[in-house]
């Protein structure tokens, strides 16, 4: 296993607030960044803000404000999402920070004299929401192909990425590391997409003067794109990382939406290729979500605020319902019947009465001390096994980014262990005087497989899973606890004194 992990969200732009898209892309990140942690890697793991471009310097000007007091406005709200949505970020990084400055013009200057950029003049039709320029052959009925709004003709000086000399050097890339663009669907779409080869790409702007300035040249600004996806390496203290850069780079995974996985899987691996910089190892392009079966948008009402959600519902089960209810990489509908719905079955029914039960068997019939099992019989050894096979599930679909897998295998355990308590029947066990024994280990084996499921859960539904933990007489953090120890069969610590409940998942009345 690589000793560190390096795992970042595509960094949010603050022409916005935060929706359910931006808090899907980041918790998936956290839970990643989570489980890491506890298989042993030093992780980093960062998020940020794109603050440059014409989107900004517009919507600003509208507000009747200098385009920096946009960005100080807006980022607070990015930035906050961090202890609403239990979030464990190592960094987060604005774009209009000194630190990116350096690093967007060291990599710009590197290309610039090697002459994969060179200066030229644009024409093209752009579209200024995109942020893109498009040739005649691209727009769709005379719009843009990506939003399908009114482009207007332009023409500027401009300089430019000589993109066209990767087409082969990224196609070599694609080969090599066949894990590099996921899932597979949107690997086979950008494959075709350079395969059709690939044009030089306009990389400053004359026309505005929100950005970074190219080095040497300063009635051009460096086009938001170069400048947003240089933050990876500036988060890891390019261009004079020493130390953290060699440990943490390349990136292991950079998460993004599917709309953008052209610019970190095409562009971002060509400019550090150009610049003698290992490209990053992985990008996973997740789906979009729809609300109430209808596409989100302002003008419908329907955006949904995560401040609200977690306001509402409390950030584990809003977190829980993102990466259960749709296969990571697919679509979704977000719907609150289904969230709902998912609290009560999954986590108020399921795996929080097991906790419970478990805890007022323990203290009604041992007085909450935990009891030394025997050794285990036949019908143990199945929930034992099933244990150890949960776990190394939960480890195949984490490598995979299926969070859906993941927690499907956890609550196979969980469903299990409810099985195992009705099976057993403690309640009858403890009428016979003689089966005092047995009891004590069934009562054993069924907290111990709750602390196991705790474990387990704990990098997708955090404060819960340290709630549980502590009910279960665990000590320390339990994201701190690692999985190749913690998570083996016998952990629980007998004689520990427990109460007798703990509700880590709360009811939602319809
Ligand atoms: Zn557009």
Not at 27 to 32: E, G, M, P, Y
Not at 49 to 69: F, I, N
Not at 400 to 413: G, M, P, S, T, Y
Request: hydrophobic share 40%; aromatic share 12%; proline share 6%.
């Amino acid at each position: 296993m690589k000793p560190t992990f390096y795992i970042t969200t595509p960094i949010y732009y603050v022409n916005d607030v935060p929706h359910i898209g931006h808090a899907y892309t980041t918790i998936a990140c956290d839970a990643l960044a989570r489980y890491h942690r506890m298989k042993g890697q030093q992780v980093f793991f960062l998020t940020g803000t794109d603050e440059h471009g014409e989107k900004v310097q517009k919507s600003a000007l509208q507000q009747g404000l200098a385009p920096r007091e946009l960005a100080d406005r807006v980022v607070t709200r990015f930035q906050g999402l961090t202890p609403a949505l239990e979030i464990t970020n190592d960094d987060f990084i604005r774009t209009t920070e000194p630190r990116h400055y350096a690093s967007v013009q060291d990599l710009f200057r590197k290309s610039l004299g090697n002459g994969d950029i060179y200066l030229g003049e644009y024409e093209g039709w752009y579209c200024t929401p995109c942020e893109s320029y498009w040739t005649d052959l691209q727009l769709v009925e005379g719009k843009c192909p990506e939003c399908r709004r009114d482009v207007e003709k332009r023409k500027e000086p401009s300089f430019f990425f000589r993109l066209s000399k990767y087409r082969k050097p990224l196609l070599e890339y694609y080969e090599r590391n066949p894990r590099f663009i996921r899932p597979e669907s949107r690997r086979n779409e950008v494959i075709a997409f350079v395969e059709g080869g690939l044009n030089d790409l306009s990389v400053s702007r004359t026309s505005l003067s929100w950005g970074i300035p190219v080095p040497g040249h300063p009635g051009h600004v460096i086009y938001v794109w170069y400048d947003a996806l240089t933050n990876y390496i500036t988060g890891l203290g390019y261009p004079g990382g020493g130390e953290t850069f060699d440990a943490f780079w390349p990136a292991d995974l950079h998460m993004v939406g599917k709309d953008i996985l052209r610019f970190h899987a095409v562009f971002w691996p060509a400019f550090l290729m150009s610049a003698g910089i290992a490209p990053p190892l992985g990008v996973f392009a997740h789906g979009w979500w729809t609300v109430e079966g209808q596409k989100m948008s302002k003008s419908l009402g329907n955006v949904v605020d995560p401040y609200e959600m977690v306001a509402t519902y409390g950030a584990d089960a809003f977190r829980y319902f993102l990466l259960r209810e749709v296969p990571f990489g697919l679509d979704g509908d977000f719907s609150k019947k289904a969230l709902v719905h998912r609290i009560n079955s999954d986590l108020a029914n399921d795996f929080g009465n097991l906790l419970n039960r478990a805890l007022g068997m323990l203290g009604k019939y041992f007085g909450g001390a935990v009891p030394a099992p025997s050794p285990p019989g036949e019908e143990d050894l199945s929930l034992i096994a099933l244990a150890g096979e949960v776990r190394r599930s939960v480890d195949a679909a984490m490598e995979e980014v299926e969070f859906h897998r993941a927690l499907a295998a956890i609550w196979d355990l969980v469903k299990a262990a409810n099985r195992y308590v009705d099976a057993s029947a403690p309640w009858a066990l403890a009428r016979d005087a003689s089966k005092r024994e047995r009891l004590g280990t069934v009562l054993y084996n069924i907290l111990e497989a709750a602390r196991i499921c705790v474990l387990l859960s704990s990098p997708f539904v955090p404060a819960a899973a340290q709630a549980m933990w502590e009910a279960l007489g665990c000590q320390g953090e339990v994201a701190k606890a690692i999985l190749s120890d913690a998570a083996t069969w016998g952990g629980l610590r007998t004689g520990a004194e427990l109460p007798r409940s703990a509700v880590a998942f709360p009811r939602i009345e319809a």
